[in-house]
């Protein structure tokens, strides 16, 4: 396998779930130990995988949205700041659960992985420059701001979690058709809020 092939491997999604369900053979499965799974491509990673996972049926594990959402949150701020490592509290990465039920969990969405790496690519990629690429940072880091709140009202984290999802693959692949369509939820919600006000 080339070089090129290699480091075209390490922004496809399907990658990266390969790796976490490698890490999900153990007994319980630890956060620190799914962020060696997928370190060394970068950050974004670390942004996309707890949006992966509560979309997810783990989703429904008490504690796992809110969790989730102070990960996007921490992630999205090393972003804005253009930090190229992140750091997570002990707290959050001694958080575990069993490497079955993420298996099982990890397994369900494989096909759905599988399709958006047949469907997404690089392209538009001057989107991704500074100042447009502060959008998508600040919406995930309000998105993760917000998903503790979430956590008793069914639904509205993993709803949530996939706008995060959109956002952080297009920022993956940079694919900036995905990010414009990433954006319409946001910018739907931003129109009602505005509706409302006025």
Known sequence: MKA???????????????????????????IK??????????????LLVPALLTMSPL??????????????AIVSVYMLLNRDS?????WIERRSVS???????LAKIEPMVNWIDRHTRRRWHLLFNRPI???????????????PLLEFIPF?????????????????????RLFIIALLPYAAVIAIAVSRLI
């Open 156 to 176: 509205t984290s993993s709803i949530v979690a996939t706008g995060v999802f959109l956002l952080a693959l297009s920022l993956l692949v940079r694919d900036g």
């Open 86 to 90: 992140i750091s997570l509290p002990d």
């Open 99 to 105: 490497g079955q039920r993420l298996d099982k969990a």
């Open 133 to 147: 690429i502060w959008v998508p940072q600040g919406l995930c880091l309000a998105s993760g701001l917000v998903m």
């Open 4 to 30: 090129d092939d290699v480091q075209e491997d390490d922004h496809k999604l399907g990658h990266l779930v390969a790796r976490m369900r490698d890490a999900a053979k153990q007994d319980t499965v630890a």
């Open 33 to 46: 130990d799914v962020m060696a799974a997928i370190g060394g491509r970068g950050i974004i990673p670390f």
């Open 59 to 72: 989703s429904g594990i008490p504690g796992f949205s809110a969790t989730s959402g102070v990960i996007i």
